[in-house]
Each structure stands twice: as C-alpha cells, then as structure tokens.
C-alpha cells in the first residue's frame, strides 16, 4: 500500500483491530479521534493518529494520552508499540 488514501485505510483497519472507539475518521485530513479502553481497569485514554504526505512517503503519527492519572504503567507505549507493529504488518502484506 502506498498513496495517502491507501496508508489511511490500513490505518483505520488497524486501530478497529486494536477495538478503538473511533470518534472521527477523516481520510481528507488524514485524522482518526479514537479511545481506547485499558482491559483491566476500564481507563479511557485518548489515541489520535495523522497520516500525511512526507518528502517521497506517507508518514504516520501516533499519540495516546491518559484522561486520568499521573501514571499510565506504561500503557500508552505498548498501545503505540503495539499499534505500530499491526501497522507495520499490515503494510508489508499489502
């Protein structure tokens, strides 16, 4: 997959894998607004991802930030990890 729009639907496809709640989804911003939930304790946390045009490439950017709490123990970085290696295997299938 390559191209803006095509990037954007694996990256839509993706983060419905992870069973974010998807707030907003603007493939012509290259935008997705989502939560999602940690299993144990049912925190919500905030996940926006952009997707754009870089020099010769399309460029994903991902940022997951807690609603409540000092600490997330790390939860956030193994949702991007996580999300990136999807991602990553999603692409390389295509």
Known sequence: AS???AVFAVV??????MEWQIREASADQG???AVATVPIFRFRDD????????????E????SRSRVGKSDLGENARRIRKFQGRLAAHLSAR
Do not use: F, K
């Open 47 to 58: 996940v926006t991802v952009t997707v754009s045009e870089g020099t010769g490439s399309v």
């Open 12 to 17: 839509l496809d993706v983060a419905q894998e």
């Open 31 to 33: 935008l997705i607004e």
């Open 60 to 63: 994903v950017h991902v940022r």
């Open 3 to 5: 191209g803006l729009g």
